[in-house]
């Protein structure tokens, strides 16, 4: 059985650069295996602009993010193998894969960094009352088919969900020629970056019906009509306030899941909120050598930030195996408490907090303009920090001001909880 240090499961922007961030620290036999047939993921059918910004300084394209990794995996000659389907993980990092040219193989690591994205959450997920006819498609889908293969997929269209991937949609179809009559969001508030609301739906005039959710589909063999009503506060339709639409297209953007089904099969249980794995400031997942970056841990709002947290495990999986798979130290639980959706990671390393490197991420569970974040020990205050304009769609960080004023020495093994409250608008 052939055996390679690292092996990277998922050749996205993520995947790469947790590669050529474990070669820039020594490791020489990296493995990138990759389902699609060429380096990238879903960069590739991403065409409009705006990635790049925080990891090249300027506005590039999907496609052109990817080939900047691609290219500089190439010139490190980091092995690839794309058309690769990665059948099974095992606790001993044996990592079992199947393809056209070898047929089922299996190999051992000596660490694995799991970088395989997410999908899109199905129609079957979303109760919509009405038949299934042609015509309904997730955004994602329609954003291949238009983007990659040159077909309309529709001419009249309605949009569920607001979020990134369903505003971008929005504009792209309207570019194309289509009629997006709407986008209904069932919160109060959008799913997705407030500047892809500007340029996406307030720049073209496309109207955004928040607190709203398709309650009926019309159509017998092609979609002919949507009906969407208003929702109250606990999402439920209210009666008397349907609008009908005449659309021959609905496209569903209703989120993202982590494509975890690996260590679903393992039994590794995975966060409740992000459905991502747990894991500690190294990104090492409960089983030792195990990493997890990118959106197969959390979904994330910009591709630099996957490629920010690629890097990190990658240079955490080098340091494992430059450890020989001995533990970093003890860790500290961090929890998310009122106001906060969700922390990541799960688990601090005490010797980050001890040594004032101690950084987390953090999504708000609603729009704060004013709002001070907290941790606390149990019912007692550690640091606060303050922050403005936060939302639900925007991932939020703390570094290690947070951290500071606590007493780490004396640190019981108690988890910690990170909260927001809001602050009152200053006179």
């Known amino acids: ?22 070669r820039e620290q020594g490791v020489r036999e990296i493995l990138i295996l990759e389902q699609g047939e060429e380096l990238g993921g879903i960069l590739l059918q991403c065409i409009h602009n705006g990635f790049g910004l925080h990891t090249f300084g300027e ?42 040219q070898e047929g089922y193989v299996t190999i051992e690591a000596g660490a694995v960094v799991l970088a395989m994205g997410c999908r899109e959450r199905p129609w079957g997920a979303v109760s919509i009352p009405g038949s299934r006819p042609a015509g309904v498609w997730t955004a994602g889908t329609a954003q291949r088919y238009l983007n990659l293969e040159g077909y309309m997929v529709g001419r009249r269209v309605w949009i569920l969900g607001s979020g990134d991937i369903g505003m971008i949609m929005a504009r792209r179809m309207t570019l194309e020629g289509a009629h997006v009559l709407g986008v209904a969001e069932i919160m109060p508030h959008p799913g997705g970056l407030p500047r892809n609301r500007r340029q996406c739906l307030e720049d ?42 005449e659309v021959d297209t609905l496209l569903l953007s209703v989120g993202l899941i982590p494509e975890n089904h ?17 894991v500690d400031s190294s990104y090492e997942t409960e089983i030792p050598g195990v990493f997890a970056c990118g959106n197969v841990l959390h979904v994330h709002d910009l591709v630099d930030h996957v490629s920010r947290e690629g890097e990190q495990a990658g240079r955490a999986a080098a340091a494992y195996l430059k450890r020989g798979g001995s533990a970093p130290g003890p860790e500290a639980a961090i929890e998310a408490g009122p106001g906060v ?35 606390f020990l149990g019912g007692r205050l550690l640091g606060t920090v ?38 009152e608008e200053e006179p």
């Open 262 to 278: 690996l260590l679903e099969e393992l039994g590794v249980s995975l966060h409740p909120r992000t459905r991502g794995a747990v």
């Open 204 to 245: 073209f005039g496309i109207p955004l019906y928040l607190s709203h959710t398709v309650t009926g589909i019309r159509g017998r063999d092609r979609v002919e009509a949507v009906e969407i009503s208003q929702v109250d506060g606990d999402r439920r339709p209210i009666a008397g306030t349907e609008k009908t639409f």
């Open 341 to 375: 959706s969700y922390v990541l990671p799960q688990r601090l390393l005490l010797p980050d907090l001890k040594a004032g490197q101690a950084q987390v991420k953090f999504r708000p569970s609603g729009r704060f303009k004013r709002a001070r974040l907290e941790l």
């Open 1 to 22: 059985m052939k055996k390679y240090e690292l092996v990277v499961i998922g050749g996205g922007s993520g995947g790469m650069a947790a590669a050529l961030a474990a």
């Open 59 to 100: 506005e590039l394209t999907g496609p052109a993010y990817a080939e900047r990794y691609a290219d500089r995996v190439a010139a490190e000659k980091i092995e690839v193998k794309t058309g690769t389907f990665v059948r099974k993980l095992g606790r001993g990092r044996t990592v079992s894969y199947v393809n056209g």
């Open 386 to 423: 303050r922050k403005r304009y936060l939302e639900p769609a925007v991932m939020e960080t703390a570094g290690p001001e947070l951290f500071a004023a606590a007493d780490w020495d004396t640190w019981d093994g108690e988890a910690l909880s990170l909260r927001l409250t809001e602050e």
